[in-house]
């Protein structure tokens, strides 16, 4: 498993391909799994990688709250797609084989320029099987909460204002109104997405821009369709 080089285009095209149904690396809630792959990646990805600089800008958001975030690092070479292999910052590894190319670099020059570029050819080939599946629409059911400030906030309002978030890809569904003390009730609404088109994180950013009813936005439930 891996991404290749997160510090070259081709490792970041795979990290952006990777991301194209996700918002996460790992789940559906930031973790450090996130937190692993975004400081291998170092720098904001290119605006041409929109999947891969949507999830650096989102992650980076956390940057105070990082070492708080659920889960337990791990080498890079656990995250990503199964058939790259991870060789971002990597030196020197083992060898099964005295006759193995080192695809990690080598001390002999004219070895390591074969090692670099085996790995483009490696990285070419996965974008190619990739590019050539069928495309498939993957979608998900999004169950979020919706919190107001207080009990005098105008719940119908609240809705509206939801609801009045339109984008391609985005169908709200059923919703209703929770207790949840004090005589505050929270809005928790359905919605179904398409994965490529609609974030959590995009979803976050535009219902809380109604910051005279909404205080907070929650995932409730996330699940695949």
Same mark, same amino acid.
């Given at each position: 498993?891996?991404?290749?080089?997160?510090?070259?285009? *081709?490792?970041?095209?795979?990290? +952006? %391909?990777?991301?194209?149904?996700?918002?996460?690396?790992?789940?559906?809630?930031? #973790?450090?799994?996130?937190?692993?792959?975004?400081?291998?990646?170092?720098?904001?990805?290119?605006?041409?990688?929109?999947?891969?600089?949507?999830?650096? +800008?989102?992650?980076?958001?956390?940057?105070? /709250?990082?070492? =708080?975030?659920?889960? @337990?690092?791990?080498?890079?070479?656990?995250?990503?797609? $199964?058939?790259?292999?991870?060789?971002?910052?990597?030196?020197?590894?083992? #060898?099964?084989?005295?006759? %193995?190319?080192?695809?990690?670099?080598?001390?002999?020059?004219?070895?390591?320029?074969?090692?670099?570029?085996?790995?483009?050819?490696?990285?070419?080939? !996965? /974008? #190619?099987?990739? *590019?050539?599946?069928?495309?498939?629409?993957?979608?998900?059911?999004?169950?979020?909460? @919706?919190?107001?400030? %207080?009990? /005098?906030?105008?719940?119908?309002?609240?809705?509206? &204002?939801?609801?009045?978030?339109? $984008?391609?890809?985005?169908?709200?569904? =059923?919703?209703?109104?929770?207790?949840?003390?004090?005589?505050?009730?929270?809005?928790?609404?359905? &919605?179904? @997405?398409?994965?490529?088109?609609?974030?959590?994180?995009?979803?976050?950013?535009?219902?809380?821009?109604?910051?005279? !009813? @909404?205080?907070?936005?929650?995932?409730? $439930?996330? +699940?695949?369709?």
């Amino acid at each position: 498993m891996g991404f290749g080089d997160l510090k070259s285009a *081709a490792g970041l095209r795979v990290l +952006n %391909d990777f991301l194209a149904d996700k918002s996460y690396i790992e789940g559906y809630v930031p #973790s450090q799994a996130d937190i692993a792959v975004f400081e291998a990646v170092g720098a904001p990805p290119p605006a041409d990688l929109f999947h891969a600089l949507r999830w650096y +800008n989102h992650i980076k958001s956390y940057e105070k /709250e990082k070492a =708080s975030l659920p889960g @337990v690092k791990k080498a890079l070479g656990k995250y990503g797609p $199964a058939d790259v292999e991870d060789t971002t910052g990597s030196g020197a590894t083992d #060898s099964k084989d005295d006759d %193995d190319i080192d695809l990690f670099g080598s001390d002999d020059e004219e070895e390591s320029e074969e090692a670099k570029r085996l790995r483009e050819e490696r990285l070419a080939q !996965y /974008e #190619s099987k990739k *590019a050539k599946k069928p495309a498939l629409v993957a979608k998900s059911s999004i169950l979020l909460d @919706v919190k107001p400030w %207080d009990d /005098e906030t105008d719940m119908a309002k609240l809705e509206e &204002c939801v609801r009045s978030i339109q $984008a391609d890809g985005l169908v709200w569904g =059923s919703s209703k109104l929770v207790p949840v003390g004090y005589g505050i009730k929270k809005l928790q609404i359905q &919605c179904v @997405v398409e994965d490529d088109k609609v974030g959590t994180d995009m979803l976050e950013e535009q219902i809380t821009a109604f910051e005279d !009813y @909404v205080q907070s936005m929650d995932v409730a $439930a996330f +699940n695949k369709i």
